[in-house]
């Protein structure tokens, strides 16, 4: 079993920065592959980013490419989600996903086991 806890949300205003940290229960964390995912009030759950056990491989959304960075500490049994030049759009509850079964991960939802609470950003304009 592997428990997700999200932390780092909060309210920004646009243009600003902010890190999501993602900590993860388990001895095998350096195994998993994780994404970040999120979901605005009113739409369907989206990728945000992925990231393979190693930090090797990475993949991002188009709306997101060239301004949130995805990382990861295996040694901390950390994700890291950091965002900059944030934008209103961005606003939503931000969730981490581990997929135990796989190195690397992609951006289907359903490929992944487990998922943490989420945290909320709010991008004002």
């Known amino acids: 079993q592997v428990q997700l806890v999200e932390s780092g949300g909060g309210l920004v205003q646009a243009g600003g920065s902010l890190r999501l940290s993602c900590a993860a229960s388990g001895r095998t964390f350096s195994t998993y592959a994780m994404g970040w995912f999120r979901q605005a009030p009113g739409k369907e759950r989206e990728f945000v980013a992925a990231i393979s056990w190693n930090g090797g491989r990475t993949d991002y959304a188009d709306s997101v490419k060239g301004r949130f960075t995805v990382s990861r500490d295996n040694a901390k049994n950390t994700m890291y989600l950091q965002m900059s030049n944030l934008k209103p759009e961005d606003t939503a509850v931000y969730y981490c996903?581990?997929?135990?079964?796989?190195?690397?991960?992609?951006?289907?939802?359903?490929?992944?086991?487990?998922w943490g609470q989420g945290t909320q950003v709010t991008v004002s304009s």
């Open positions: 996903a581990a997929d135990e079964h796989t190195y690397y991960s992609g951006s289907y939802y359903g490929d992944y086991d487990y």
